[in-house]
């Protein structure tokens, strides 16, 4: 990640916490938050950006946003389509502000990385394509 080009998906309370671990490896950090004013993003050092900027830009795309009517499904195919080739996304705010299927096809096809901590249904299904693994043999107890 030394000197990556990091994009974030909403500067909340977890983007901001992420950004001070983020600070060691010296990255270019992009924030997409269309509900903070830039001058905020800029006193905390890092570059106010389009989504489409934030996307296209990211080696490292976080996504951190929270569900409103306007983020739900926020990145779907098109938006996705805009992640470059390779790059690595961490889904951990809420699946809904995604195009879960499109994220899986995408994925599939190996066009980048996913690392996913929410699911659209909660608990995951164990047919869940994506989901954690099943688990074998007996359970606990």
Same mark, same amino acid.
């Given at each position: 990640?030394?000197? !990556? /080009?990091?994009?974030? %998906?909403?500067?909340?309370?977890?983007?901001? !916490?992420?950004? +001070?671990?983020? %600070?060691?490896?010296?990255?270019? %950090?992009?924030? $997409?938050?269309?509900?903070?004013?830039?001058?905020?993003? +800029?006193?905390?050092?890092?570059?106010? @950006?389009?989504?489409?900027?934030?996307?296209?830009? /990211?080696?490292?795309?976080?996504?951190? @946003?929270?569900?409103?009517?306007? /983020?739900?499904?926020?990145?779907?195919?098109?938006?996705?389509?805009?992640?470059? !080739?390779?790059?690595?996304? %961490?889904?951990?705010?809420? @699946?809904?502000?995604?195009? $879960?299927?499109?994220?899986?096809? +995408?994925?599939?096809?190996?066009?980048?990385? @996913?690392?996913?901590?929410?699911?659209?249904?909660?608990?995951?299904? !164990?047919?869940?394509?994506?989901?954690?693994?099943?688990?074998?043999?007996?359970?606990?107890?």
């Amino acid at each position: 990640m030394r000197h !990556a /080009s990091v994009g974030l %998906i909403g500067f909340g309370n977890l983007g901001r !916490a992420l950004r +001070r671990l983020l %600070i060691p490896f010296a990255p270019t %950090i992009r924030v $997409y938050d269309p509900w903070l004013p830039d001058s905020l993003l +800029r006193e905390h050092d890092v570059l106010p @950006a389009t989504l489409e900027e934030t996307l296209a830009a /990211s080696q490292f795309l976080f996504v951190l @946003a929270t569900v409103t009517g306007e /983020s739900e499904h926020l990145l779907g195919p098109a938006e996705l389509d805009t992640v470059p !080739a390779g790059a690595r996304l %961490i889904l951990v705010s809420r @699946a809904a502000v995604v195009d $879960y299927d499109a994220l899986l096809d +995408r994925v599939r096809d190996g066009r980048f990385l @996913a690392g996913v901590d929410v699911w659209p249904d909660e608990p995951v299904p !164990a047919d869940c394509p994506g989901g954690p693994p099943a688990r074998s043999g007996p359970g606990p107890g």
